[in-house]
């Protein structure tokens, strides 16, 4: 009788050992969540400007396309020529845009309309590396027989240098936010935990002018703002 007692309790234990799971291991311990406080520092400079940037060309009508083409790549040849005898870098001139487009006589009577010419147009984007000479410039492309100035826009050719400065104001600022909130809730800065940028250069302003301006009309290249959006998340001390 105590034998076949005994035989039963092993059978019992290993039954319960055989039933557990064979790879059943403790949950890690959970980690806890570093305390931070998270703001946005900003920061920007006006610099002005060192390179300008030129949309310009000529368009021209006639009966034919080929005319109409004919027409432009003389006008063109000659606007291309004075842009080469006033010291521009040939790597400083781009064609920007080239067409050669129908144009339809004004009709109320139903149907399609009659083409009654055609308009090639072609135009050139060109870097001023020194915005002094913008003004000149203008009255050049005109007197070579542009027709059209489509904009003209300003900007800074190596932003790196003065960024960094903004960058560094920017971190300043959003430490110096962190810090006022630290201080109402009565605890103290650690080490920054993430620290994400949003450059936003300023925008590129063209200045609109319709068709050739007289000679020597005013150009103002202005300034130029460059800014930077940083987002700081710093460790609160533990007290």
Partial sequence: MMLS??????????????AAPLHAQPAPPTQPQQSAITVTGEAHKSV???????????????????????????????????????????????TSRLSIQPQYASSNRPGP???????ASNMVTVQVR???RVAGLIDTLVQAGANEIRGIGFRVADPSKVLDDVRAEAVADARRKAEIYARAAGVSLGAPLVISEDTQ?????????????????????GEETLSVTVLVSWAIKAP
């Fill in 48 to 94: 002005a400007p060192d390179i300008a940037q030129i949309e310009a060309g000529v368009s021209n009508m006639a009966k034919t396309a080929r005319s109409a083409a004919e027409a432009n790549n003389l006008a063109m040849g000659k606007v291309l020529l004075e842009l080469k005898n006033a010291g521009l870098d040939p790597k400083d001139i781009q």
């Fill in 5 to 18: 007692l005994r035989t039963s309790l092993a059978a019992l234990l290993v039954s319960a050992f055989a």
């Fill in 113 to 119: 309309s009659e083409i009654n010419g055609y308009l």
């Fill in 130 to 132: 020194d915005t002094a």
């Fill in 201 to 221: 250069p300023g925008p590129m302003p063209m200045r609109k002018m319709v068709m050739a301006q007289s000679a020597g009309a005013p150009v103002a290249p």
